[in-house]
């Protein structure tokens, strides 16, 4: 593997953990946040959804930029945004300014998001694409099991709000590996004309495409999944099963483990059998076990240890599912990449959102909301695949 291979990914990995770790890191504390600001459990987790869609709208922005001015400077402004964002989530007096500054931090995270997946696809396309997608898939899921960990470590002895200084010390991070390790793909002459007209004709050109769409909302429907499983496993694991934050923490990464593993046979995998015959596949066993998972629960077998095991396999199967679909989506779009990126990411993280709007109504202190959501994110994806991928020959073909 040459050296430049594994710093690109090691650096987009991190790049891309910079918003999810602003979750991930915060939710042993959304207890305690809603006890110190006096909030329902439904607007906190309003905190949540309203960074999950200002994180998929703003894409809309940073995807075209970044094909307009190269890939670098929206980076630098989002990271910054992203830290003025955390600063004020750490001072803020309310839960009402706190959703505030959610909003404005996920304004932020946005570029973090979309410029790698593009910056991926200026530098490779097929299979090299999802092994690089798969290492950064690695060095962004570790977020999910240090982030609560650490969130635990620095909420015990310092409050929530401490939180909020560690992430944008790690977004400061973020902004020395941009300038000193991340070089700029998008070049001069591969740049668009910074026209509305053209911005207009690329995104109709991708809502057009029923091979984009279809393959970004099968990876969406997976990511919505555990969109819900973030918004409610800390009051479900806390609230429900009595466990405490640092317990929490450890059960959340347990349950990140399977994503984590996995994706890295996604490459491997996309390379033997075709890329489509594995998102099918995957998607499949996702959408079994989700589905045995709800059948399970609506029966009363209400074990933490049950729905730890059956969440680990059905997200390993989102391990293969999520980095697999990125790389598919983007395969026909280098021209427009980061508008491709862009489109993908919002349109994946407001499905996200609408799923944690729908699970937060629902909510009752149980997992019974928390499981019904997975499962019918499932069976969306299950039917999509079959849709989308039925018959399909891709562009990236299996190995003879």
């Not at 909003?103 to 299979?127: C, E, K, N, S, Y």
Request: with cysteine.
């Amino acid at each position: 593997m040459a050296p430049s291979f594994l710093r690109n990914a090691i650096v987009l990995g991190l790049l891309v953990a910079v918003g999810p770790f602003a979750i991930d890191m915060y939710l042993p504390a959304l207890p305690a946040i809603a006890a110190d600001l006096g909030a329902s459990a439904a607007a906190t987790q309003m905190t949540l959804m309203v960074f999950f869609v200002t994180f998929g709208v703003a894409q809309l922005a940073y995807g075209p930029l970044s094909d307009m001015v190269g890939r670098k400077p929206p980076l630098y402004f989002g990271l910054a945004v992203f830290a003025l964002g955390g600063i004020g989530c750490g001072l803020a007096p309310s839960i009402e300014w706190l959703i505030f500054f959610r909003f404005v931090q996920g304004i932020g995270a946005a570029a973090v998001m979309v410029i790698p997946r593009a910056i991926i696809r200026d530098l490779h396309t097929g299979v090299e694409a999802t092994r690089l997608m798969s290492l950064v898939m690695l060095v962004f899921s570790v977020s999910p099991i240090l982030a609560p960990l650490i969130g635990s470590a620095v909420i015990v002895p310092f409050g929530w709000r401490a939180v909020f200084v560690a992430v944008t010390i790690v977004a400061a991070l973020g902004l020395i590996l941009v300038a000193t390790l991340l070089p700029e793909t998008r070049l001069k002459s591969q740049r668009i004309a910074g026209t509305f007209g053209s911005v207009a004709a690329g995104f109709g050109r991708l809502l057009r495409d029923g091979r984009f769409m279809g393959v970004t909302f099968i990876g969406g429907l997976g990511m919505a999944s555990f969109f819900a499983f973030l918004a409610s496993s800390s009051f479900v694991y806390i609230g429900h099963f009595g466990l405490t934050p640092t317990q929490y923490s450890l059960a959340f990464s347990v349950n990140a483990v399977g994503f984590i593993g996995a994706s890295q046979f996604a490459a491997k995998l996309g390379e033997r059998f075709g890329i489509a015959r594995v998102i099918s596949g995957a998607v499949a066993g996702y959408t079994a076990l989700t589905v045995i998972l709800f059948a399970l629960t609506v029966a009363g077998f209400d074990s933490l240890p049950l729905l730890m095991a059956l969440l680990l396999a059905a997200f390993a199967c989102l391990g293969l599912v999520i980095p697999s679909t990125m790389v598919l989506s983007l395969e026909d779009h280098g021209p427009i990449a980061g508008m491709a990126s862009a489109l993908g990411g919002t349109l994946q993280f407001l499905t996200g959102a609408v799923v944690i709007s729908v699970v937060s109504v629902f909510f009752d202190g149980t997992s019974l909301p928390m499981v019904s959501a997975i499962a019918v994110c499932a069976l969306g994806a299950f039917a999509l695949s079959r849709i989308t991928l039925r018959g399909h020959q891709p562009s990236i073909q299996p190995a003879e």
